[in-house]
C-alpha cells in the first residue's frame, strides 16, 4: 500500500509541476532574455524602496542604468539598511517589507542577519519544486521515496532560524509531503547535541526503506556514522527498548519491533554494513565542491550502492543553483536571481557573456531587496546545459589568512595541499597560529601519525605563493607544524556547533582564516583530545 501510495503521489507531483518545468527548460534555452524579464521585475519593485529612491533608481531602468545607479556592495555596507528595515518595518530595503530575518551560519566570521519577503520565501520553494520534478522524472527509480531531509538541533538558533529544509516549503506542501520524510516526531525541540544525535541515530536505524539522503555537508551524515559506530551498544539497547528517555522527555520509536530487533542485532555483530542496514539507498545529495570535496571520499567508501548527486550554489541570502540529473553542471534559476560576475580583472559580465573555464566572483540580486550584493562566493563557468552556463561553486572568495603579509587564499591551500601525496587521501586542515611570539601555520591531520618530513613538503608547497615565500625567507613566519589528531571533523562540528552555527550547515574546512577563531578551534581541539585520551 505504501509503495501504490507513493506511486500514485510521484505521478500527480510530476503531472501538476511539468508545466513549471518545462517553462525553466525554455528559460535555459533563452538565458539572457530570462534574466532580463527578471531584471525589470527586480528594477521595478527596488525602486519602490527606500534603497531604490536614495540612488535615484528609476522604475523602467535597463541594465545599464541599473549598474550606473545602484553600487556592488558587501554585508557591511548594507547592514544599516538592514537595521533600519529591522526597525522600521515596511520597504526600506525589501519591497513590501519584510516577512523575518534569517540569521546566517556565520561560516567564516560572524553571524549576519538577512532580510526575508515573501517573494524570497517562493525563490525558494521553487528551487525545491523543480528539484523534485526533475528527480522524480530523471533520477534513480524511487519505490518508497522514504526520504531523509536534514535537520539541526536548536542549539542557539534565533527564534526565527529556519532549522531544515522544509522550513522553507508552504505548510501545504509540508504536509503532502511530510508522509515520506523520517524525522521523530519532536527531535527539533532537543537542545543538547548528543540526545540529537542518539534520537536521530535510532530513528534512521530502523528505517530500513531509506532511500533518500538529503543533507548539505557531507561531514553532517558522516559524523552521524560515527556517533553509530561509537555507540553501537547503547543504540541497540535504545531499539529493543523501542524509546530513549533523555533531556526529561521520552521518545518513542514508530518503527515495529521486528524492524528494532533486526537493526539492533547489525548493531551487535561485527562490522557496520551500511548497505544492510540501507539496503534501499539509491540517493545521497549533498554538497560535493569547494571543501566538501576534501571529505567525501570516505563517505561514498560506506555507501556504494547510493547515487551521489552535487547540491546546487544555495545560500541564506538565496537559492542560486540547482542539480538537474542530465545537466553537466549546476545549473542557475535564472527567473529567481540575476547573475553578474566579477572577473579577476575587475571587469564585470552578464550571464551570458561568461567565458567557460574562467573563475568569476559572484554577485546577485534577488527577490528579497538585496541588489548587486557580493556574495562573497567563486564559481568556474562549466560547459553550458541548453544555452545556459553551468556554475560550480569553487570556494569563498576572500577567506585569505594574513597573519604577516603571507595573503594565503582559501582555495589556493586546498588545491595545492590536495597536491601532495599524502594529504591528498587523509583529512587536514591548516590553522594559523602564534606561539612563544612566533606566527607560523599548524596542519592538523586526521589518521594515524604523518611521516616526520611531512611538515617541510608542506611548508614547500605553500611557497609556491609568493607573499608566503617571501615571508618564511624573512623568517617572519616560522616552518609548518603538523599535528595528529583522530577526531578532526567531529570536532570541529562540535566546536562550530558551540560558536551558534546549525550542525547541518557546517561546512568542510580548508583553512580557518582568522586568528582568534583559529586559535579558540586549536584550544578545543586539544582539549577534545585529551579527553577521549
Not at 177 to 192: F, M
Not at 277 to 291: A, E, K, M, V
Amino acid at each position: 500500500m505504501a509503495r501504490l501510495s507513493f506511486e500514485v503521489f510521484s505521478r500527480t507531483f510530476r503531472f501538476a509541476y511539468r508545466r513549471a518545468q518545462l517553462g525553466f527548460l525554455a528559460d535555459l534555452a533563452s538565458p539572457e532574455r530570462a534574466q532580463q524579464r527578471l531584471l525589470l521585475r527586480l528594477v521595478q519593485d527596488l525602486s519602490t524602496t527606500d534603497y531604490g529612491r536614495h540612488y535615484r533608481l528609476p522604475s523602467n531602468a535597463d541594465y545599464r542604468r541599473f549598474t550606473e545607479r545602484v553600487p556592488i556592495v558587501d554585508y557591511d555596507a548594507l547592514m544599516p539598511w538592514i537595521k533600519a528595515q529591522q526597525v522600521a518595518g515596511g520597504p526600506v530595503l525589501c519591497p513590501g517589507g519584510a516577512v523575518f530575518h534569517e540569521r546566517t551560519s556565520g561560516s567564516s566570521g560572524a553571524s549576519k542577519d538577512i532580510p526575508y519577503t515573501r517573494a524570497l520565501q517562493a525563490s525558494f520553494v521553487r528551487m525545491f519544486l523543480l528539484w523534485a520534478h526533475d528527480t522524480l522524472e530523471n533520477g534513480p527509480r524511487l519505490r518508497s521515496g522514504r526520504t531523509f531531509l536534514s535537520v539541526s538541533p536548536n542549539l542557539a538558533a534565533a527564534p526565527t532560524s529556519l532549522q531544515d529544509d522544509t522550513d522553507y516549503l508552504s505548510p501545504a506542501l509540508r504536509f503532502l509531503i511530510g508522509h515520506y520524510l523520517v524525522l521523530p516526531r519532536g527531535l527539533r525541540q532537543v537542545t543538547h547535541a548528543d540526545s540529537f544525535k542518539r534520537i536521530l541515530a535510532a530513528c534512521l536505524l530502523c528505517e530500513r526503506e531509506l532511500e533518500v539522503v538529503s543533507v548539505w555537508s557531507p561531514t553532517y551524515f558522516s559524523s552521524l556514522i560515527e556517533f553509530i559506530e561509537a555507540n553501537r551498544g547503547k543504540l541497540a539497547k535504545d531499539l529493543r527498548a523501542g524509546e530513549i528517555e533523555t533531556d526529561g522527555r521520552v521518545f518513542r520509536l514508530a518503527a515495529s519491533a521486528a524492524q528494532r530487533r533486526r537493526s539492533a542485532t547489525i548493531l551487535e555483530s561485527g562490522s557496520l554494513e551500511l548497505q544492510v542496514i540501507w539496503p534501499h539507498l539509491r540517493i545521497l545529495s549533498c554538497w560535493t565542491d569547494g571543501n566538501a570535496a576534501l571529505v567525501l571520499e570516505p563517505l561514498l567508501r560506506r555507501l556504494p550502492h547510493a547515487v551521489l548527486q552535487s547540491k546546487g550554489l544555495i545560500a541564506t541570502e538565496a537559492p542560486m543553483t540547482i542539480p538537474l540529473w542530465h545537466a553537466p553542471g549546476p545549473v542557475p534559476l535564472l527567473s529567481e536571481v540575476f547573475f553578474e560576475l566579477a572577473g579577476a580583472d575587475g571587469s564585470i559580465r552578464q550571464l551570458h557573456d561568461a567565458h567557460v573555464g574562467e573563475r568569476y566572483d559572484l554577485i546577485i540580486s534577488q527577490r528579497g531587496g538585496l541588489a548587486r550584493y557580493r556574495i562573497g562566493d567563486q564559481v568556474e563557468v562549466g560547459q553550458a546545459y541548453y544555452r545556459t552556463p553551468t556554475l560550480r561553486f569553487v570556494g569563498r572568495s576572500h577567506q585569505t589568512s594574513d597573519l604577516v603579509g603571507e595573503k594565503l587564499n582559501e582555495n589556493f591551500v586546498r588545491d595545492t595541499l590536495n597536491s601532495v601525496p599524502r594529504l591528498s587521501q587523509e583529512r587536514w586542515m591548516l590553522v594559523p597560529a602564534v606561539a612563544d611570539g612566533r606566527a607560523r601555520y599548524v596542519c592538523l591531520v586526521e589518521g594515524p601519525q604523518p611521516a616526520a618530513d611531512l611538515a617541510d613538503t608542506i611548508d614547500e608547497t605553500l611557497q609556491r605563493a609568493h607573499h608566503y615565500r617571501l615571508a618564511r625567507r624573512l623568517g617572519q613566519l616560522a616552518p609548518v607544524s603538523v599535528e595528529r589528531h583522530q577526531r578532526l571533523d567531529d570536532s570541529y562540528l562540535s566546536w562550530s556547533t558551540a560558536q551558534g552555527r546549525k550542525w547541518g550547515n557546517v561546512k568542510p574546512c580548508a583553512l580557518i582564516a582568522d586568528p582568534g577563531r583559529a586559535v579558540s578551534f586549536l584550544q578545543y581541539l586539544r582539549s577534545a583530545e585529551k579527553a577521549h585520551g
